[in-house]
């Protein structure tokens, strides 16, 4: 396909200019997006080892929620929440703080029935880890607040019509080309070439799933703009309507049965299952139970799993994340901009493939950042802009994994000694990230690549390494382990890295040399 010069020279123009002003904010990101894949599981392989105290799944919940709402009534009518997967205690109510928000010092009220059939309390801090990932995925790390969002929401959602612009002039620039190209990896046309290929072939490949990517981060990021234009096309009646509360309050001793009320949600969603249940303004005339139920073999449209909204008192179904019949074509519509968003629609495959399309993500933008580099480092590499901006791709791209894996780990020992790692995640994650973009600034880029590759090399051994030095301190610690995949995964990601570092320095040795 023939395109005219001038228009590929605007189009040269725009995707140059549009990734490298978004690419590092994408870089993170795209990098972070892939670890929410599997948050829940970075955040359990960070917590201590313990014993189960009940089974998941038991048919005991009813009379743990009778007892507790005998010893604690106050508490328990202003919610509770039932975890039906946990082996711990299944039963809890925020004591201090509340579900919504990223406030670090949550404290949580822990009950379960022992052998002998007795009630048993214990307060927790809320680990954060889960959330704190999310947050980088969300926010680029961008701390703040503008309106009741993060600052970072939104310099991700410009970032996203930035990035949007760069696939679509990305496209145009390699139409005469593409079908000669488009699988070419030329690595004996130099290094140049090479990543110029592989930036070429990600990008088309992997092309459906940014441009997902870009549109769901947009509506995600300036939803309050785009449903307060919509209004007036709509009389200006709320998109999502709330049931009017009833006539008069409830009370918590009448509550039906926790057994009632999961089945109501599995009779309204059939092959669904309810895996978690939280209840709330019991004594109120307005409570609710939200259920989360999950299918691995189906579409859901939350981040992990859909949710109903409970009568928890009438049993009846006042809202929920499935699809809700042609005359709902906004509740329809979002549901589905999520399920595109989250990759919660195919699964554990599902969850693997967004893995890897979230980092191959990264690596386009990295990639890109390179190649710019590269070409502006052919007509002066000591230009001041270019070397700035060498130290910042570096700095921040292997900064920011690097503070990530950092982080874990150490949240994987800070657990060990204390109830509460939640500050430790956030101070080391930007003391590590802060410390190695100034780093690369004073050692320069071929040298921080270089060490920076290895730092994670030898961070990511650290993490099995830290798992077996535990085991060995602790009694019966593998027959309560559940995080090998992780451990498996920091080794394999270890070798990704030493061989990335030797490849470094032998490029540094022949550039060198050739000087």
């Known amino acids: 396909m023939k395109v005219r010069a001038d228009i590929l020279r605007t ?35 960070a917590t201590p080892v313990s ?49 919504r928000g990223m406030a670090l010092d949550n404290q949580l009220q822990f009950l379960h029935l022992n052998s002998k059939n007795e009630l048993v309390i214990e307060q927790k801090s809320e680990s954060k880890l889960a959330d704190l990932i999310d947050y980088l995925h969300r926010t680029a790390g961008f701390a703040g607040e503008i309106g009741h969002d993060q600052s970072g929401v939104y310099i991700l959602g410009i970032a996203s019509v930035l990035y949007f612009l760069a696939l679509v002039s990305g496209v145009i620039i390699l139409l005469p080309t593409l079908v000669k190209t488009f699988f070419a990896i030329r690595k004996e046309k130099g290094p140049s070439r090479f990543w110029l290929d592989s930036h070429n072939l990600v990008g088309i490949a992997s092309l459906p799933f940014h441009l997902i990517i870009a549109f769901t981060v947009v509506v995600f990021a300036f939803h309050d703009l785009i449903y307060d234009g919509l209004s007036p096309f709509y009389d200006d009646k709320s998109f999502f309507q709330r049931p009017p509360p009833a006539a008069h309050s409830y009370q918590i001793e009448n509550l039906p049965s926790i057994e009632k009320q999961l089945l109501a949600a599995k009779n309204y969603a059939p092959g669904y299952e309810p895996i978690h249940i939280a209840l709330s303004r019991l004594n109120t005339n307005s409570p609710t139970a939200i259920v989360k139920m999950s299918n691995e073999s189906a579409v859901v449209r939350g981040p992990d799993t859909d949710y109903l909204f409970l009568q928890p ?15 709902s ?77 950092a982080t ?43 060490w920076g590759l290895v730092s994670l090399a030898g961070l990511c051994l650290c993490m099995a390494g830290s798992t ?18 992780v451990d498996f995964s920091a080794v394999v990601f270890a070798l990704i890295f030493y061989f990335s570092a030797k490849k470094v320095k032998a490029k540094s040795a022949h550039n060198t040399s050739t000087q």
């Open 329 to 405: 074509h906004w509740g329809n519509m979002v549901a589905s901009i999520f399920s595109l968003h989250f990759g919660t629609y195919g699964g554990e495959w599902g969850r693997w493939g967004y893995f890897v399309m979230g980092l191959f993500g990264a690596f386009l933008f990295y990639s890109g950042n390179l190649l710019w580099l590269d070409k502006r480092a052919k007509k002066d590499a000591n230009k001041r802009s270019t070397l700035f901006m060498a130290n910042l791709t570096i700095g921040v791209c292997l900064g920011s994994i690097i503070a990530v894996v």
């Open 11 to 45: 189009y040269q123009g725009v995707h140059t200019w549009t990734g490298i002003i978004a690419g590092l904010v994408l870089f993170i990101g795209f990098y972070a997006g892939s670890l929410t894949m599997f948050k829940y599981e970075l955040a359990d392989w």
């Open 468 to 485: 077996l030095l535990q085991a060995i301190s602790t009694e019966h610690y593998f027959k309560y382990y559940q995080s090998i995949t």
């Open 51 to 99: 014993a189960p105290v009940t089974e998941p799944k038991t048919s005991n919940y009813q009379a743990l929620v009778d007892k507790a709402i005998v010893q604690y009534p106050q508490q328990m009518s202003n919610g509770f929440s039932i975890d039906l997967l946990t082996d711990q205690a299944p039963l809890s109510w925020y004591s201090q703080g509340k579900e």
């Open 313 to 327: 008192y009438t049993l009846e179904i006042l809202n929920s994340s499935y699809p809700q019949g042609e005359e």
């Open 408 to 450: 874990l780990l150490v949240g994987k020992w800070v657990n060990q000694f204390t109830t509460n790692a939640n500050y430790s995640y956030l101070y080391s994650y930007y003391i590590v990230f802060f410390a190695f973009v100034a780093y690369t600034f004073k050692k320069g880029t071929q040298h921080a690549s270089y």
